[in-house]
C-alpha cells in the first residue's frame, strides 16, 4: 500500500466519524432549532449544514471530476448565510428554502448521508494517478488528494464543533 493511499484511508475513517457526528446533532434538532439564529452574528444549524453540504458537492466533488455534479455550482464557495442563490437544492432535496430555512432535519441528515456515501465512494476508488497529482482550488494551492481531504476534515471540524455550540445554545429556553 502505497502511503498516499494509507494517508487517505487514515482520513476517511476521520470524514466517516465527523460525518455520523454531524448526522447525530442534526437529527436530534426540532425545526425550530435547526432555523433559530441564537445571536445575530451566528449562522442558523440549517445555514451551517447547508454551507457543509454546499461545500462538499460542488467543492470536492469538483476536484474529483464528478460529473453528476450540478450545473449551477457556484464558482466560489461563500458562507451559507451569504449564499449566492436560494433555495439551495442538493440532489433534488430542498435543503434551505428561498428564505433561508430548513423545514425539517430528515432532510438535512438524508442529504448530508448521501453525499458523505457518494464523496467517500469516490475517494476510496481514487487511483493512483489521482492520488499523487496536485490539485489546485479556490482553498488548497498545490495539494495532494490526501491534503484536500485533510483541508475538508479541518473544515468540517471547525463546524462540528460550530453545530454543536449552535445546538446548545439554540435549544436552551433562553437562548444563551
Do not use: C, K
Not at 436530534?28 to 433559530?36: D, G, K, P, V
Not at 466560489?76 to 442538493?90: F, G, K, M, N, R
Not at 471547525?158 to 446548545?168: G, M, N, P, Q, W
Amino acid at each position: 500500500m502505497s502511503y498516499d493511499r494509507a494517508v487517505l484511508d487514515s482520513l476517511l475513517l476521520w470524514l466517516d466519524r465527523f460525518g455520523a457526528r454531524i448526522n447525530e446533532i442534526l437529527s436530534q434538532a426540532s425545526a425550530q432549532t435547526l432555523n433559530r439564529r441564537v445571536r445575530s452574528d451566528l449562522p442558523t444549524l440549517a445555514e451551517v449544514a447547508a454551507h457543509l453540504l454546499i461545500t462538499e458537492n460542488f467543492y470536492l466533488r469538483h476536484i474529483l471530476g464528478d460529473e453528476n455534479l450540478p450545473a449551477a455550482a457556484p464558482v466560489e464557495i461563500q458562507t451559507t448565510w451569504d449564499l449566492q442563490s436560494l433555495p439551495a437544492v442538493i440532489n433534488g432535496r430542498t435543503i434551505l428554502d428561498s428564505s433561508g430555512r430548513a423545514e425539517s432535519a430528515e432532510d438535512l441528515v438524508a442529504a448530508h448521508r448521501d453525499s458523505h456515501h457518494s464523496i467517500h465512494g469516490r475517494l476510496a476508488a481514487a487511483s493512483d494517478a489521482q492520488l499523487a497529482h496536485f490539485y489546485d482550488g479556490p482553498y488548497n494551492r498545490g495539494d495532494t488528494l490526501s491534503g484536500v481531504v485533510a483541508l475538508l476534515l479541518a473544515h468540517e471540524g471547525y463546524h462540528l464543533s460550530e453545530l454543536r455550540l449552535i445546538a446548545l445554545l439554540a435549544s436552551s429556553p433562553s437562548g444563551t
